[in-house]
C-alpha cells in the first residue's frame, strides 16, 4: 500500500506542479509570455528616458581692428553651446545668418563635437561680419545637423537664446 500511495501522491504532485507553476507565471508583474529584452540596462535607460535641451547663443561680440587699419573695424561674434542634455553630444552643425536692419551681413557655419554632459564649448572668432557696430545686429540658426553619442538625432532638443550680444532664433522655414 505504500508504493500504491506513493504512486499517487507522485501522480498528484505531478499534476498540481505545472498548475502552480503556471499560476505563479500568471501572477507575475512580467507575466508568463513577457518579452525581456537583453539589451544592458545602461542602453535602455538612454533610450526611455527625456533628454534635456542643448542651448546656443552668442553671449559676446568683438569689434576687430583690421590690419593696417585702413579698412573699418568689424564684429565678431563669439557662438556658445551648452550642453544641458543627459546625453553627450557627438556632432552639431549649425549655419547661422546675422542680419542687421533686415539685411544679411555675414554667416557662419558651426561645428561642436564631443560635447560631454553638462559641459560648453566656444567658438572664438567664427566670423568677422560686415558692419562697423556689433549692436542691432540678430542671428538665424538653422541646424543642420545634431546627433547624440547613441546615434540619436537633437534637432529638436536645441535651443537658440534671445539673450547676449546677439540675439538668436530659429530660422523661419518658407
Known amino acids: 500500500m505504500t508504493l500504491i500511495a506513493t504512486l499517487a501522491g507522485l501522480v498528484a ?3 498540481v506542479l505545472p498548475v502552480q507553476a503556471r ?8 507575466g508568463a509570455g513577457a518579452f525581456v529584452s537583453d539589451q544592458p540596462l545602461q542602453e535602455l535607460l538612454k533610450k526611455r528616458r527625456p ?32 550642453n544641458s542634455s543627459n546625453q553627450t553630444l ?9 542680419k542687421k536692419a533686415g539685411k544679411t551681413i ?4 558651426s561645428r561642436f563635437y ?19 557696430a556689433c ?3 540678430t542671428g538665424e540658426v538653422e541646424v543642420i545637423q545634431c ?22 532664433k530659429i530660422q523661419d522655414k518658407k
Request: aromatic share 6%; glycine share 8%.
Open 135 to 137: 549692436e542691432e545686429t
Open 90 to 98: 557627438e556632432e552639431l552643425v549649425v549655419g547661422i545668418r546675422y
Open 114 to 132: 564631443l560635447i560631454k554632459t553638462g559641459k560648453q564649448d566656444l567658438h572664438y572668432f567664427p566670423s568677422v561680419l560686415d558692419t562697423s
Open 23 to 30: 499560476a505563479q507565471d500568471a501572477s507575475h508583474h512580467l
Open 147 to 168: 546627433l547624440y553619442d547613441t546615434g540619436e538625432s537633437c534637432a529638436q532638443d536645441v535651443r537658440p537664446l534671445e539673450y547676449g550680444a546677439v540675439p538668436l
Open 51 to 82: 533628454k534635456g535641451l542643448i542651448y546656443l547663443a552668442v553671449p559676446q561680440a568683438i569689434m576687430v581692428a583690421n590690419e593696417g587699419g585702413n579698412k573699418k573695424p568689424s564684429c565678431s561674434p563669439q557662438i556658445q553651446l551648452t
Open 13 to 15: 504532485l505531478t499534476g
Open 106 to 109: 555675414g554667416s557662419t557655419l
